[in-house]
């Protein structure tokens, strides 16, 4: 069993994609990244699974690696305390994960938006561009600059995960340039089509760092580095802080501007 939890899990998956399957209904969605570099060790620590959830994971993936066999399940060390999953976030954690709420307030306006963008209507044009400029100033260059800049600093580059939150981003940045460029061909079903693409992308990538990779993170750091990391947080806030208040008076305007529309349909 030790060999198979210290082998890159996309090889385990190749050669058992039972294991995918089982990892999949667990709710640890491997198959899908794109990096798959992580050790199956890895990925069980990485989830924080209660001592019982993580017995009978590696219980099913065991029956799969040696079926019909008796094998011994290994304990495995930890570098914090294991679940069950109550996240207490670090206080810079709790600042990054208030900041995926401003921007799930957006994301959950998107089908809404596309739904109801006229592309020749020139007030429709303007609203996208507010929405891109939203996009572009709080998630990209506030949010995501933080996590690439100062959160993601304190590890190591070459991990898969920050490897695929790396790519979560520029596939964000791709979907608001084809938006961009749909918007001035006038393309209604283009607008839609990266809005859609650009919340989906979005809320799974939010949901895996709230559930996964700060709480990961947090029992990584050491009580001097989350003291750091929340003051150059501070810094970067109190640089942002026009800008802040901006975004949020767009939010508060557009969901109203939206809730008045699905409350006259
Ligand atoms: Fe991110
Ligand atoms: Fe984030």
Known sequence: ?????????????????????????????CVPCSVGTCLLSDV????????????????RIAAVLYPGQVVPLPERRRSGPAGPRRIAYSPPMKRLVDEHKRIMRFVALIPAIARTFDAASEEHRQMILRGVDFIR????????????????????????????????????????????DALDRRDKKGVAASLGGYAAVLTEHIKKEDEILYPWMDRNLSTRQVG??????????????????????????????????????
């Open 228 to 265: 750091e990391m929340f003051e150059r947080f501070r810094e970067v806030d109190e640089k942002f802080e026009e800008a802040r208040r901006k975004h949020e008076e767009f939010l508060d305007g557009i969901e109203g501007k939206f809730k008045t529309v699905e409350v006259t349909k």
């Open 137 to 180: 100033s709080y998630a990209d260059r506030f949010h995501h600059a933080k996590e690439e800049d100062i959160l993601f600093g304190y590890f190591d580059p070459n991990l898969d995960i920050l490897m695929a939150m790396h790519e979560d981003h520029r596939k964000g940045r791709d979907h608001v340039k084809n938006l961009l």
């Open 44 to 59: 069980v620590e990485i989830h924080n699974l209660s001592g019982d959830e993580e017995r009978e994971l590696l219980g």
């Open 1 to 29: 069993m030790e060999r198979y939890l210290r082998t890159p899990i996309k090889e385990v998956i190749g050669r058992f994609p039972d294991v995918g399957r089982i990892l999949d209904a667990a709710g640890i969605g």
